[in-house]
C-alpha cells in the first residue's frame, strides 16, 4: 500500500516555527531517492499551489511567498521529507500536503493542518 503520512501541524503564532514531516512507505516507495519530492499548500476558498519542492538531486525551489523563511530537505534512509517553516504569518494558514512525483504520477498524502493566528 502506497502511503504518504504528514505529520507536525497545529496551531502556532506568527513569527512562531513549525517543522512538517512526510513518511512515505509502501513498495513503490523502495527506492525513495528517486522521487521528487514536494509541499503543497491549500487555504480555505483558495486554489492548491506549490509551497516547495525538492528533487532527487537535491535541488530545490519554493514559492516566492516562502523564500527565506521554509526550508525543504529530506532523508532518503529514513523515506522522509521535512518542511521547516520559520517565521510563520497568519496567510500560510492552510492545509499542507505532501507529494511524490516521477514518471508523470503524482502520489499524495492527507494533508496536515497548520493553522498562525495574528
Known amino acids: 500500500q502506497v502511503q504518504l503520512v504528514e505529520s507536525g501541524g497545529g496551531l502556532v503564532q506568527a513569527g512562531e516555527s513549525l517543522r512538517l514531516s512526510c513518511a512515505a512507505s509502501g513498495s513503490i516507495f523502495s527506492i525513495f531517492s528517486i522521487y521528487t519530492m514536494a509541499w503543497y499548500r491549500q487555504a480555505p476558498g483558495k486554489q492548491r499551489e506549490l509551497v516547495a519542492a525538492?528533487?532527487?538531486?537535491?535541488?530545490?525551489n519554493y514559492a516566492d511567498s516562502v523564500k527565506g523563511r521554509f526550508t525543504i530537505s529530506r532523508d532518503n534512509a529514513k523515506r522522509t521529507v521535512y518542511l521547516q517553516m520559520n517565521s510563520l504569518k497568519p496567510e500560510d494558514t492552510a492545509t499542507y500536503y505532501c507529494?511524490?512525483?516521477?514518471?508523470?504520477?503524482?502520489?499524495w498524502g492527507k494533508g496536515t493542518l497548520v493553522t498562525v493566528s495574528s
Open positions: 507529494n511524490a512525483f516521477r514518471a508523470n504520477t503524482d502520489y
Open positions: 525538492i528533487t532527487s538531486g537535491g535541488s530545490t
